[in-house]
């Protein structure tokens, strides 16, 4: 029976030792299994040997039998790697680098007549000259573009210089209906800045050197908001002129004070009258002298009834003068109402209006006197008139808010009616 354990068991003088295998299958005959040593690598020239490590790995050259395969590789490759294209003309190699990294290419890169266009995608670094040309020619040299500065170009600071000649073959003329050209500004939108400059060669400003803009022959129409105050300011240069036009309104000119305009100056006006004064207004003059005018009417009506003005003056100085009540107008409503007082001094009423007085009186339950006075009570706790439990007093006067209260101790209650 044959022997299925895994290692093979050798007698070496006495001793024994185990060499690796696997036991399997050949070719997946089940009849036809055997064991398999299982052999550490080494590699290297006559006379040296290394062990396969991550150190030393195993060279390898890696070839396509087929030109139309591609042959991928997977993981980490380091050092230099040499891919070279052993298959027929127009077949291709793949090369791609991975995200973040660079992938470095020296030497000719280029495509095959009528194929696919060469696609660069990401960041592209020029650092050598570039040969342009077609299929078969020896091209032409192109030097790399350099940018210095780690900036964007500015409008106020930089300049481009472009000098030689630009020329654009192998296109159309534009169409003004289906064509446009866009002209970028600064800040890459639609404002592209621009300075105007006058004759002399200054520049154009808001302030000293305004644009000037003539109209010939044409008007123009201007919506303009005006203030509900519009100021004039007059320039020392003289007086400012306010004028109407011929067969127009009339200038109307009001003061602030009941339309009056206000007269000042800085120093005393003269306005005696030394001279007569001619009035030239036919009707104050017609008011003034004419019988039959109401004025001159009146005027002698007062000046015949006058009589009696004599008898009673002599009637106020003699003191004989007699007077008849005819009617006494009552009060309409009456105003009542209580209050407690303590002994700090406060308003009997805050406002009730009275046209003949009001009676004040302490309630019956009050164990001490209240003082009933004017405002000079806020300052003399004394100066008042006292009132003890369930006395009342009458005063004539206009307003209750004119009487104050203050008890000697305690809460006390003080009651009103007036009218």
Request: glycine share 12%; proline share 4%; aromatic share 4%.
């Amino acid at each position: 029976m044959a022997d299925t354990t895994p290692d093979l068991p050798i007698d070496i003088s006495g001793n024994t030792a185990s060499i690796a295998t696997d036991y399997l299958y050949v070719n997946g005959v089940s009849a036809a299994a055997a064991h398999a040593q299982l052999v550490k690598m080494m590699w290297g020239t006559s006379g040296e040997a290394y062990r396969v490590s991550q150190s030393t790995p195993l060279p390898v050259n890696i070839y396509s039998t087929n030109p139309s395969t591609r042959l991928g590789i997977t993981g980490t490759i380091s050092g230099a790697v040499t891919v070279t294209n052993t298959g027929t003309t127009g077949s291709f190699v793949y090369v791609k680098g991975s995200t973040g990294y660079q992938l470095p290419v020296t030497g000719n890169v280029q495509g095959v007549t009528n194929g696919v266009l060469v696609g660069i995608t990401g960041t592209v670094t020029v650092a050598q000259p570039i040969i342009i040309g077609g299929a078969g020619s020896t091209g032409v040299t192109i030097q790399p573009v350099a940018i210095t500065g780690g900036r964007y170009l500015r409008s106020t600071t930089d300049t481009v210089s472009v000098t030689g000649s630009v020329s654009i073959s192998g296109g159309r003329y534009l169409n003004a209906v289906t064509d446009t050209v866009s002209v970028l500004g600064s800040d890459l939108g639609g404002k592209v800045l621009t300075k105007m400059y006058d004759s002399s060669g200054a520049t154009l400003n808001s302030t000293s050197n305004a644009l000037n803009v003539y109209l010939t022959n044409a008007g123009f129409t201007a919506t303009v908001n005006i203030g509900a105050v519009v100021g004039v300011t007059n320039s020392a240069s003289g007086p400012l002129y306010v004028v109407g036009v011929t067969n127009g309104y009339p200038v109307t000119v009001k003061g602030e004070n009941g339309n009056a305009v206000e007269v000042t100056a800085t120093t005393p006006l003269n306005v005696n009258v030394s001279n007569e004064v001619n009035i030239d207004d036919a009707a104050i003059v017609n008011a003034l002298t004419l019988d039959t005018n109401p004025l001159i009417g009146k005027l002698t009506t007062i000046n015949t009834n006058t009589a009696v003005l004599s008898s009673i003056k002599t009637d106020i100085t003699n003191g004989n003068l007699r007077a008849k009540i005819s009617e006494i107008t009552r009060p309409k409503t009456v105003s009542s109402g209580s209050k407690n007082i303590t002994p700090s001094t406060t308003q009997v009423a805050t406002n009730v209006p009275l046209l003949v007085g009001v009676t004040i009186k302490a309630s019956s339950a009050n164990t001490d006197a209240v003082y009933i006075g004017g405002a000079n009570l806020l300052t003399n706790s004394t100066d008042g008139y006292p009132l003890e439990a369930g006395e009342s007093l009458y005063i004539e006067c206009s307003n209750v808010n004119s009487l104050y209260a203050r008890s000697v101790t305690g809460t006390q209650i003080l009651s009103y009616i007036g009218s």
